[in-house]
Structure formats: C-alpha cells, structure tokens
C-alpha cells in the first residue's frame, strides 16, 4: 500500500476524537442549564414570565418569586438579572397596600415581599413595610380567628398560612411590627377546627373537603406559631398524604411524584409532590421515598429549555414552567440542602448534555464515530500487514 494511503484513516482518526470530545464542550451543569432558563423569563419592566415563550400576561408577583428563588439559590448575589426586579416588587406590594375589592391578596402580598428579600431591597422600604402590615393585620377575623382576604367572606387555611408567612417576615423588616402581639394560641384553634376526622387531614375551612394542599399550609401554620405540639394526628395524615404516591413503575414517567388525586399512579405533579414532601419531612414521617421521589423530580428537567415540568399529556413540546420548577427545586433541597453548593459533587452541579444541540445529532455522530473508528482501525490493519 502507498504511503498516502494512509492519510483517509488519519482524518478519520482526528474526525473521531473531535467528535468524543463534544461530550465535554456542550456538557453543562443542572443549574447552570436552569439559570439559564430563569434570566430569560425577565422582561423590562422588571417582572418574571412563568414560560421562556410566555406573554407579559403570565407575569404575577409567583412568577416572580419562583424565579428569584431559583436564582437566589444558584447565585446569592443576583447579578445576572435587571436590578428593576425590585421596583416592580415594591410597585406590587404598593397596590396590595392601596387596592380593596380584589382577590387572593394575601398571597400576592407575601411573594412579593419575600421577592424584594432575595433582591436586598427593603432598606429603603420601611414606611411602606409598615403599611403593609397594617393592611395585613386588617384580614383578622376576630370572631373565627384566621385571615381572610378581600372579597372572602369567611377566614381560610390558605390565607392565613401566607398572612402569617407574611408578618413574620415583615416583623424582621419593620422599626415598628412586634410579631409577638400575634394571638397564636386562638390561630391555632381555628387552624385545628378545620381538621376532617374523616378523612384524617385538614380541609380549607371548617366543613370544608380534606387535601393535601390544605395540609400542608395547616401544618406549616403551625409550626411557625410553635403550636404543631397541640396537632395529636401525625401519623393519621401520614397516611393520608401518602395515599397520593405514585409507585406504580409501570408509570415510569410518574413513579415517584404524587398526584392531584389519591391511589393515581399517573398523574404526578410537581406542586403536589413539594406539597406532601414536605408535609411528611415536617411530620417526620418514615413514608417519605426520599430516593425514588428525588430522582422522579430531577428526571423533571427540560431537555429543551431546561426549567422543569410536568408530564406532558400530549406528543408536542412540554414548555418548563417557573412555578413548576420552584416547586421542583423545593422539593430537592429538602431532600439535600447542599444542592446548589459550589463543590463539583453537589447535585446540581452534574454535567448534563446540552440539549440545544440535537439529542438526535449527538446519538447519530457517537454511533458514526464507533463505525468510524472500526473503520479506521480496518485500514492500519491492512496497512500493516500489506494485504
């Protein structure tokens, strides 16, 4: 064989070991993919979409919170995204302070002061802090106990799980708020008056249907009153809660999660399964599948625009979703608070292909370079032994 032969299988070897070493050019951590996906949800007025593809429409003070919390976590000091995130917060927790007649007020309020937290931007915001706890401290129902908001004719778990999250945070920001002033006792008391012993959980409000969503603010109320020693059924919502596992591994897709609906094994839910997860790690419980569920939440990820999402129910694009993926990061960090560390072990850090590049272009130039490489191996054979 001539010597210039020999050149077609040299290319060949260059082509393949070019093509390997993609694995290490286009791998990228978990949560830099992630933080990816958040910064491009900001849009100029300050504000966060809930999709990469969204409207301004879906922008809402959760939006926003979902991904400042992601963030935050990733990188404490939020310098990749537009610090005008925190006008618009304050713009937000200003129409809460002024507006009347409008719905689930509560609620907003506390994602949009927790966002201005993450953000560092509260110093300057006192005066308004104070009137926010006024107009908060206004939602008490001196006759059931709990919170309601506007237009919410009668006091409900969900409020005032977020009116107290509120005030104790607000109590950390305000010269003026004494958190202590609070009637724990008598929240308590109306937080368990909303307890179903039928079902063995809690419902939204006295007579109301038991869920786990409930619960969960229930038991949250609770502990941060220091009053969960009074709840004597632990172990009975235990079992409740567990009842919306999914474990059944014919549902690869959805063993792991939990689910909207009881004894369902395919129907997961990101939100469901940050909501019973942490219901269970608060009670203690031993029914938490730590290992199966976290790794049901991390296989949640996007290979497309990399934030997390449900289970899609149909063949198109599942587009990620920041409430979805707050509620998948949640979930992970009570499963390893060391998650989002910056050692190269920390769990977040794994190295994931890059999936903008095509999954199927990758898949096609491994099994082309394996043929090549056999190839090019043939021919230095031959050459050798001059056949």
Same mark, same amino acid.
């Given at each position: 064989?001539?010597?210039? =032969?020999? +050149?077609?299988? $040299? /290319?060949? #070897?260059?082509? &393949?070991?070019?093509?390997?070493?993609?694995?290490? *050019?286009? %791998?990228?951590?978990?949560?830099?993919?992630?933080?990816?996906?958040?910064?491009?949800?900001?849009?100029?007025?300050?504000?966060?979409?809930?999709?990469?593809?969204?409207?301004?429409?879906?922008?809402?003070?959760? =939006?926003? +919170?979902?991904? $400042? /919390?992601? #963030?935050?976590? &990733?990188?404490?000091?939020?310098?990749?995204?537009? *610090?005008? %995130?925190?006008?618009?917060?304050?713009?937000?927790?200003?129409?809460?302070?002024?507006?009347?007649?409008?719905?689930?007020?509560?609620?907003?309020?506390?994602?949009?002061?927790?966002?201005?937290?993450?953000?560092?931007?509260?110093?300057?915001?006192?005066?308004?802090?104070?009137?926010?706890?006024?107009?908060?401290?206004?939602?008490?129902?001196?006759?059931?106990?709990?919170?309601?908001?506007?237009?919410?004719?009668?006091?409900?778990?969900?409020?005032?799980?977020?009116?107290?999250?509120?005030?104790?945070?607000?109590?950390?920001?305000?010269?003026?708020?004494?958190?202590?002033?609070?009637?724990?006792?008598?929240?308590?008391?109306?937080?368990?008056?909303?307890?179903?012993?039928?079902?063995?959980?809690?419902?939204?409000?006295?007579?109301?249907?038991?869920?786990?969503?409930?619960?969960?603010?229930?038991?949250?109320?609770?502990?941060?009153?220091?009053?969960?020693?009074?709840?004597?059924?632990?172990?009975?919502?235990?079992?409740?809660?567990?009842?919306?596992?999914?474990?059944?591994?014919?549902?690869?897709?959805?063993?792991?999660?939990?689910?909207?609906?009881?004894?369902?094994?395919?129907?997961?839910?990101?939100?469901?399964?940050?909501?019973?997860?942490?219901?269970?790690?608060?009670?203690?419980?031993?029914?938490?599948?730590?290992?199966?569920?976290?790794?049901?939440?991390?296989?949640?990820?996007?290979?497309?625009?990399?934030?997390?999402?449900?289970?899609?129910?149909?063949?198109?694009?599942?587009?990620?979703?920041?409430?979805?993926?707050?509620?998948?990061?949640?979930?992970?960090?009570?499963?390893?608070?060391?998650?989002?560390?910056?050692?190269?072990?920390?769990?977040?850090?794994?190295?994931?292909?890059?999936?903008?590049?095509?999954?199927?272009?990758?898949?096609?130039?491994?099994?082309?370079?394996?043929?090549?490489?056999?190839?090019?191996?043939?021919?230095?054979?031959?050459?050798?032994?001059?056949?």
């Amino acid at each position: 064989m001539k010597r210039h =032969t020999i +050149l077609p299988y $040299l /290319f060949l #070897l260059v082509f &393949i070991i070019s093509s390997i070493s993609i694995d290490y *050019s286009v %791998a990228t951590s978990r949560k830099d993919l992630l933080e990816e996906f958040c910064i491009s949800n900001q849009i100029g007025s300050g504000g966060f979409k809930d999709y990469n593809n969204g409207t301004e429409d879906s922008i809402s003070e959760f =939006t926003t +919170l979902a991904n $400042l /919390f992601i #963030l935050h976590e &990733i990188d404490p000091t939020l310098t990749k995204i537009d *610090s005008i %995130a925190g006008f618009w917060l304050i713009d937000r927790l200003n129409v809460f302070i002024s507006t009347t007649g409008t719905e689930k007020t509560i609620p907003e309020a506390f994602y949009a002061l927790e966002g201005l937290v993450f953000l560092n931007a509260t110093s300057n915001e006192t005066a308004t802090i104070d009137d926010a706890i006024t107009k908060m401290n206004n939602f008490y129902n001196e006759t059931s106990h709990g919170y309601n908001g506007d237009n919410s004719p009668i006091s409900t778990i969900s409020d005032t799980y977020f009116a107290i999250e509120f005030l104790h945070l607000a109590n950390t920001l305000s010269s003026s708020a004494n958190f202590s002033l609070i009637n724990s006792t008598e929240i308590a008391t109306f937080i368990l008056s909303c307890w179903d012993s039928e079902d063995n959980a809690f419902a939204g409000s006295p007579g109301g249907d038991a869920n786990p969503i409930d619960s969960f603010f229930a038991i949250q109320t609770l502990e941060r009153l220091e009053k969960l020693n009074l709840f004597n059924n632990k172990e009975e919502l235990s079992d409740f809660i567990d009842d919306f596992y999914c474990d059944d591994p014919i549902f690869e897709s959805h063993n792991g999660g939990y689910s909207f609906t009881p004894n369902s094994p395919s129907s997961s839910s990101l939100m469901m399964t940050y909501y019973c997860v942490s219901l269970q790690n608060t009670l203690n419980s031993s029914k938490l599948h730590n290992e199966t569920t976290l790794n049901w939440v991390l296989s949640r990820q996007s290979p497309y625009d990399f934030g997390f999402n449900d289970v899609s129910s149909t063949s198109g694009v599942a587009y990620s979703s920041a409430k979805l993926s707050y509620y998948a990061v949640r979930s992970i960090l009570i499963f390893d608070d060391d998650a989002f560390g910056t050692r190269n072990n920390d769990l977040m850090n794994e190295e994931l292909w890059d999936l903008s590049t095509s999954g199927w272009l990758i898949a096609a130039l491994v099994v082309g370079s394996l043929g090549l490489a056999a190839l090019a191996g043939y021919g230095i054979y031959r050459y050798k032994n001059r056949i």
